[in-house]
């Protein structure tokens, strides 16, 4: 599509162009579905269904709204279709079985926008952790959609009620209720990771981490978690909350008699990870093991999402490492 061509005559444009424009928009639009679905696969197929449902209604956009708005539209409803279809409630432990990473390297594609606010730049970080995901896999989908476009966004109460058929009175009142069930499922306290050179805290904290994992020290591992700690490894069912409960966890589940490990770095939604490989002697190498995501608050690791080895080539991670000499 030409930079002259009015978008008003998008029904007149030809596929290949349609999609050349609508391409510029893909990462943005699938991390929206990501924030409402928790999956990132499912995000990558709403985001397809997205697109091919806008180009069989390109005569329908009359310019009213930016071409990037109608997109939304598009997808946010893409998204409560799927969500009325097929997607189960949260496990009784409150865990979300679907939930899946989402790769730093990818999220760095999306559009700078406000970079260069403080309060913008916390609120891309603060909605994409896993914490936040979590809690909102825990709303019902439409107050579920008006959260996200609400706080996430920044859409007017109106254009909201427009999309989903509603009135301004009915968003808002979603909106509050949507407030108070992420109140009730995100961790007391926010994540304080911030990234970057700046954090050497956290940074001496996942060595640390990574360190005593390797070596399958149980003991000193404990000694960086806090009280409160919360674990789990999605897709498999079940949660331990507490250092004790996700202690007598690893020392069940025979980790501390694991040899020949190696690590990773790496981050994922904006937090810390560290992906371990495991020696196998029949091929030769260390192969992908799990990918564990750290959420750390005053110094302490505070939450841990384990997934397992079938994640490592979306993260872009290394399919084997060679052998070191230490096997």
């Known amino acids: 599509m030409s930079a002259g061509t009015k978008l008003e005559e998008l029904g007149e444009v030809d596929e290949p162009a349609f999609a050349g424009l609508a391409e510029r928009h893909r990462r943005e639009l699938h991390v929206h579905c990501y924030r409402m679905l928790g999956s990132f696969e499912d995000a990558e197929d709403t985001v397809q269904e997205t697109f091919l449902r806008a180009w069989r209604r390109r005569e329908t956009f009359e310019g009213r709204s930016t071409f990037r708005a109608w997109l939304y539209r598009i997808a946010t409803n893409a998204c409560l279709d799927l969500l009325a279809k097929c997607r189960p409630e949260p496990a009784t432990g409150g865990e979300v079985p679907w939930l899946q990473p989402y790769p730093d390297r990818l999220l760095d594609e999306l559009p700078a926008g406000d970079a260069d606010e403080p309060e913008a730049v916390a609120l891309a970080r603060e ?26 966004l920044g859409w007017p109460a109106k254009d909201v009620a427009e999309l989903l058929g509603d009135s301004v009175n009915s968003v808002n009142s979603a909106l509050q209720r949507a407030r108070a069930g992420m109140r009730e499922h995100l961790p007391a306290e926010r994540q304080d990771w911030t990234g970057g050179e700046e954090d050497a805290g956290t940074r001496e904290l996942v060595r640390r981490y990574t360190d005593a994992s390797v070596a399958t020290d149980v ?64 091929e030769g190498a260390y192969l992908p093991l799990t990918i564990d995501v750290l959420r750390v608050t005053g110094g302490a690791i505070t939450e841990i999402f384990t997934f397992h080895d079938d994640r490592f080539p979306r993260l872009g991670l290394p399919e084997r490492l060679p052998a070191d000499g230490t096997e």
């Open 127 to 152: 909605t994409i952790e896993l914490a936040y995901l979590v809690a909102v896999q825990h709303l019902a989908p439409r107050p579920r959609a008006v959260l996200i476009l609400r706080d996430v």
């Open 219 to 282: 003991g000193r591992l404990a000694t960086l978690l806090r009280d409160d700690v919360r674990c789990s490894m999605p897709p498999t069912p079940g949660r331990y909350v507490g250092r004790d409960a996700v202690v007598r966890d690893w020392v069940e589940s025979g980790f501390e008699s694991m040899r020949h490990l190696r690590a990773v770095p790496t981050s994922v939604n904006r937090q810390p990870a560290v992906a371990f490989y495991h020696w196998r002697q029949r």
